[in-house]
Nanobody
Framework: QVHLAESGGGSVQAGGSLELSCTAS????????LGWFRRLPGKDREFVAA????????YYADSVTGRFAISRDTARDRADLTMNGLKPEDTAVYYC???????????????????WGQGTQVTVSS
């Protein structure tokens, strides 16, 4: 099984930035996609971004395209999510997740991901 640990959550004013980190163990490079999801207040978890098993391809939800960036440090098996231009509607608990790689693009469905971190709170004030 894979253990995931998130860090970097906090509070920020609208327009500010935060960087979240997800550390995976054991090593998942080439075997698992690492993704970020978020659970907005009163809503189900939704896809935010993912980075492919090779670390070369990235995917984003329309709501964060151009503002968020995901990257993968294969040596440390860590996925970072840099969040810029934060909006109050970005307020949520953010989760790191891992899914086995396939021949297709990573799934955007939470149910496709086998392993999850405990989540980290991001709060954006207006």
């Amino acid at each position: 099984q894979v253990h995931l640990a998130e860090s970097g959550g906090g509070s920020v004013q609208a327009g500010g930035s935060l960087e979240l980190s997800c550390t995976a163990s054991p090593n998942t490079f080439g075997t698992y996609v690492l993704g970020w999801f978020r659970r907005l207040p009163g809503k189900d978890r939704e896809f935010v971004a993912a980075v492919g098993g090779s670390g070369h391809r990235t995917y984003y939800a329309d709501s964060v395209t151009g503002r968020f960036a995901i990257s993968r440090d294969t040596a440390r098996d860590r996925a970072d999510l840099t969040m810029n231009g934060l909006k109050p509607e970005d307020t949520a608990v953010y989760y790191c997740a891992a899914a086995r790689t396939t021949a297709y693009a990573p799934s955007r469905s939470p149910g496709a991901y086998e392993y999850w971190g405990q989540g980290t709170q991001v709060t954006v004030s207006s």
